[in-house]
């Protein structure tokens, strides 16, 4: 028996999951995690420990860089994003981890505002998402963001 | 000031103060050669040689005709002095040539000294051998040739001090922007304007032959009108002995009412006034507006056909007579040609607004297209299609004026249309209600004062054909053919809501 509730520290509301057998569980990451062993899915936290150690790296970029980012911080985001993903098909190693769902679920609200060009403009996280967000069980309620198969915008246009 | 006479040509030569340190009066051959004269009696200007010598084009300044002995007139546009020679660029609308004035059999270290110190725009006389040229010369329009001058005459002196410097005026756009409209005289004396004005010339030749080959009358519309053509509000009110008046938003009624007069065809060119406080790069408050009204024998596509037919001529007629136009508008300002199709393409604007859904954009079936939606539909049509002008037909009815004929299988939407060019609006048409009864209907849905339009509502009781049509503003379809981003770089004199003059 599980139950998911809201504890709030400070300025911030974080998730707590409280179980039957044993202590309860405060965070988002380290929830997620512990749900992820209890699914019996270790490999959606990383195979090798350079593996693991890269999704907890992406886990901690969402929990420290996107939650609760301002709007300047947005386009930074976008920009490393950009940048990392541009030789990349996931967010760590060669399989589909917990860091690119939470990573999903934390820019999706940056996302689904984007302008078209500016879609364009990061066109690596782009193609990322639109990818995540067609895993099945990913998605769920959330309102799918369209994404063009061929570039609209040029690149010498105003 | 001294006068000399000569008495072969019967005219009398004044020498200003400026030259005469520079001149040895003993020789008259060296006054010859470089000399500013003033325009002076009954305004006319006298020459030390042949009246009836001819004067080379620029442009036709060819490696043909090295080694010829020629005159030209054109301005100085800069001008660069190096020990025994003296480097000119001398310009003549969108040409320029290089030439050179070095110290030799023909000319002094003065007469050198003096060519570098005319004042830049002045106009010159320039008496030289073409000579032709290893190096192409990149900076000039005539690459492969440069003049060798032997004699050098200002014929108009400009003041020292410019009010901008014309090369600040060639730079891609920037800051230079403003100060550029203000010096509106020297403006266009840049290579790019002459060019963007020529075009734009053109393009209202090209609109009056295309449709007066297809038997269309021109009619000249009133400006001065008692009532407001297209709604009150950005109307410009003028004083009018002891009433007021309205300066014309759109030669509609009239256009219409030649229509009811059995002109069949008709267009008009001539300025239009809208007193709208847009400060955009678009809109101006005074425009050049092309309007077409005809009538037609079975369906208003007809009149669709008749337009896009005219706008593809005219952009045919660029395409093929103006490349050189086109090119130096480009070094300037660079832009992807204008591509269309043919015949044009034509979409409805339901299939417009699927486009838009299905690229994210959430919009109702009967709402009207915002400016960045028009934008990006234009986008994803270039995308799918590879055209920059198309048409969007059958508009809902909700969003068009009330004179616009409603569509007779779907009350939703109407017979009008409008043309985009790279993504914007240059025309709104429609098919005109020509049913006096119908059109005092649709106008007492839209709240409209009766009284006001009575005149115009009069105008179809006695027997209108079906009509429609449509106009198109001569300054924004320059831009956008172009791919300039301000309607003010295609108006000569531009009028805003903050510019009157010049």
Not at chain 2, 435 to 444: F, K, N, S, V, Y
Request: aromatic residues 10%.
């Amino acid at each position: 028996m599980m139950a998911l509730r809201e504890l709030t520290q400070g300025d911030k509301k974080v998730p707590v999951l409280h179980s039957n057998n044993g202590p309860a569980l405060v965070g988002l990451v380290t929830i997620a995690a512990h749900l992820a062993q209890e699914a019996k899915r270790p490999e959606l936290l990383g195979g090798s420990a350079e593996h693991k150690a890269l999704v907890q790296q992406w886990l901690e970029y969402r929990l420290t860089k996107v939650d609760g980012c301002h709007k300047d911080d947005i386009k930074t985001i976008l920009k490393d994003l950009n940048s990392y993903l541009e030789d990349k098909v996931y967010l760590a190693g060669n399989q589909f981890t917990l860091a690119d769902t939470l990573m999903y679920y934390g820019i999706h609200h940056i996302i689904v505002d984007l302008a078209i060009q500016e879609k364009e403009k990061h066109m690596n996280v782009t193609r990322w998402f639109d990818h995540v967000q067609h895993y099945t069980g990913v998605r769920h309620h959330l309102p799918p963001v369209v994404v063009l198969r061929n570039r609209v915008y040029t690149s010498g246009h105003h | 000031m001294e006068k000399l006479v000569f008495w072969e040509v019967e005219y009398v030569l004044f020498m200003t103060d400026f030259k005469k340190q520079q001149l040895s009066y003993t020789s008259q051959k060296a006054l010859n050669w470089y000399m500013v004269f003033e325009v002076f009696l009954k305004g006319t200007l006298f020459f030390p040689c042949e009246p009836d010598r001819g004067l080379v084009r620029v442009h036709e300044l060819t490696p043909e005709k090295a080694g010829q002995l020629i005159w030209v007139r054109a301005r100085i546009h800069t001008s660069r002095a190096k020990g025994k020679q003296c480097f000119l660029v001398l310009r003549q609308q969108q040409f320029n040539v290089q030439a050179l004035v070095a110290v030799g059999e023909r000319a002094s270290k003065q007469m050198v000294k003096f060519a570098a110190n005319i004042n830049k725009e002045s106009i010159v006389d320039v008496e030289a051998v073409v000579k032709k040229v290893e190096q192409t010369i990149e900076s000039c329009s005539q690459q492969d040739v440069e003049l060798h001058i032997e004699r050098i005459f200002v014929v108009s002196q400009a003041e020292p001090r410019l009010p901008l410097q014309l090369e600040d005026c060639v730079r891609p756009e920037g800051e230079g922007d403003e100060v550029r409209m203000r010096a509106r005289a020297l403006g266009p004396r840049t290579t790019t304007s002459q060019a963007i004005f020529r075009l734009q010339s053109r393009v209202c030749q090209l609109f009056r032959d295309t449709l007066t080959n297809k038997g269309f009358v021109e009619i000249q519309t009133p400006k001065i009108i008692s009532a407001a053509s297209e709604g009150g509000a950005n109307v410009f009110t003028v004083s009018y002995f002891k009433t007021s008046a309205y300066l014309a938003q759109s030669p509609q009624l009239y256009k219409q009412m030649c229509i009811c007069a059995d002109f069949d065809k008709v267009f008009c060119v001539g300025p239009v006034f809208r007193a709208e406080d847009s400060n955009t790069h678009r809109h101006l408050t005074e425009f050049v507006g092309l309007d077409i009204e005809l009538a037609f024998n079975y369906h208003y596509h007809e009149v669709i056909e008749s337009i896009t037919d005219t706008m593809v001529q005219i952009f045919k007629g660029l395409r093929d007579k103006f490349q050189t136009e086109i090119q130096t508008v480009g070094k300037q300002y660079p832009s992807e040609p204008f591509k269309f199709l043919e015949p044009t393409l034509r979409l409805e604007y339901s299939e417009g607004v699927a486009m838009l859904r299905e690229a994210g954009v959430e919009m109702g079936d009967e709402e009207d297209l915002s400016t960045p939606n028009e934008k990006l539909l234009g986008r994803l049509v270039k995308e799918k299609y590879d055209t920059d002008f198309y048409v969007l037909d059958k508009y809902p009815l909700a969003v068009r004026p009330f004179y616009t004929m409603p569509d007779p299988n779907d009350k939703k939407y109407s017979n009008s249309y409008d043309m985009f060019m790279r993504g914007e609006e240059i025309l709104s048409g429609a098919q005109r209600i020509h049913d006096a009864q119908l059109l005092t209907e649709r106008a007492m849905h839209h709240n409209i004062d009766l009284e006001k339009i009575k005149s115009y509502i009069d105008s179809f009781r006695y027997g209108a054909p079906p009509h429609g049509g449509g106009g198109i503003g001569l300054e924004r379809v320059c831009m956008l053919y172009l791919g300039l981003h301000n309607v003010r770089q295609t108006s000569m004199f531009p009028r805003d809501p903050k510019r009157l003059t010049p």
